[in-house]
Nanobody, 124 residues
Framework: QVQLVESGGGLVQAGGSLRLSCVAS????????KGWFRQTPGKEREFVAA????????YYADDVKGRFTISRDNAKNTVYLQMNSLRPEDTAVYYC?????????????????WGQGTQVTVSS
């Protein structure tokens, strides 16, 4: 089993920044893909960003491109999401996920393990 624990969420004003972290523990797999997703009440979980094992391949949702940056430190079993120029519509619970594959994907059901989520609230 793999455990994922997110941190770094909180309340921030529009235009501000937050950095989310996700630490993996338990049975960690090399070559895995990590992703960030978000969800608001009444809506499906949506893709935000994903990164390959080596960090050379990254995908972003269109509405976060240029504002969010995903990165990872495999020595620390940690993936990060730097969020800049935050908007009220970025308000959501943000989830970290791991996919036991070398292929980066944007579909939530392709991911094998999930964290509990961290709340991000952006005030206008």
């Amino acid at each position: 089993q793999v455990q994922l624990v997110e941190s770094g969420g909180g309340l921030v004003q529009a235009g501000g920044s937050l950095r989310l972290s996700c630490v993996a523990s338990g049975r960690t797999f090399s070559g895995n893909v990590k992703g960030w997703f978000r969800q608001t009440p009444g809506k499906e979980r949506e893709f935000v960003a994903a990164i390959s094992w080596g960090g050379t391949t990254t995908y972003y949702a269109d509405d976060v491109k240029g504002r969010f940056t995903i990165s990872r430190d495999n020595a620390k079993n940690t993936v990060y999401l730097q969020m800049n120029s935050l908007r009220p519509e970025d308000t959501a619970v943000y989830y970290c996920a791991a996919r036991i594959s070398t292929v980066v994907d944007t579909v939530p059901r392709k991911y094998d393990y999930w964290g509990q989520g961290t709340q991000v609230t952006v005030s206008s």
